[in-house]
Each structure stands twice: as structure tokens, then as C-alpha cells.
């Protein structure tokens, strides 16, 4: 796991989930983030990201994550969705293809989680 120290300001501590999501879980600039409304402590939403679209028009990550923060630890769990057209698959070979579409489906099944705990006060 990575283990890094960010400083976190009263004024910013309400979306910090949501600069965990855009540091950790973003595939370059061209990610936009929803955020559902918070209810209580519950935090959720999505990050999507467009791909290369030269190479595979249409096609994007979308990171999905709920969880919860406290006055202390952000917990998040994401799943990342890969949308790859058929129409942007019929642009490769078919082996290419056949392993786009074995790649989509691995990181499908992978559950990803950010946790962030308070260590102490800002220095």
C-alpha cells in the first residue's frame, strides 16, 4: 500500500474523499467526478474517465466508490468499469480483441480501497 502524510484544513476536510478519488483513482486529466449527495456519513459517486480516443473511440474507466467518512478515517471501496465498445474492439485484430475484452473483465472483478486516517494535527 502506499502511505503518504497529507495535511487536510478544516474548510477541506468535507470533499477530501473526493481528492482521494482524483489523486488515487484517476486516469489522467480527462476524468470528471459525481458525487452523490452525502447522507450522514455515507460518501459515494463516480469517477469517469476517457481513454485514448483515437485508438478506441467511445471507450472510458468509470470508478464507482461509496463509503464513509469520520472526524478521523476516510474509508472508500471502488470498483473501476471499463466500457469498450464493440465498435472501437472491431478496430483490432481479434487475439487483440479476445485480450481487451479478458483485460476488461479482470479489472471488473477487482475490489480497490482507500483508507485515510488522521495521524495528528497539521504542522
Known amino acids: 500500500g502506499v502511505d503518504e502524510r497529507i495535511c487536510v484544513s478544516s474548510r477541506d476536510a468535507s470533499d477530501f474523499h473526493e ?9 489522467g486529466d480527462s476524468c470528471s467526478l459525481e458525487a452523490k449527495d452525502r447522507q450522514g456519513n455515507a460518501v459515494g459517486g463516480s469517477l469517469r474517465c476517457a481513454t485514448n480516443q483515437q485508438t478506441m473511440p467511445g471507450s472510458s474507466f ?8 469520520s472526524a478521523d478515517a476516510v474509508e472508500l471501496e471502488s470498483r473501476i468499469k471499463v466500457e469498450l465498445p464493440e465498435s472501437g474492439l472491431a478496430n483490432f485484430d481479434p487475439g487483440m480483441a479476445a485480450q481487451m475484452k479478458n483485460m476488461e473483465d479482470m479489472i471488473e472483478k477487482m475490489e480497490i480501497r482507500l483508507t485515510a486516517k488522521r495521524v495528528g494535527d497539521c504542522r
Not at 468509470?62 to 467518512?69: C, L, N, S, T
Open 19 to 27: 481528492a482521494l478519488m482524483r489523486k488515487y483513482l484517476s486516469f
Open 62 to 69: 468509470v470508478v464507482d466508490y461509496q463509503g464513509a467518512i
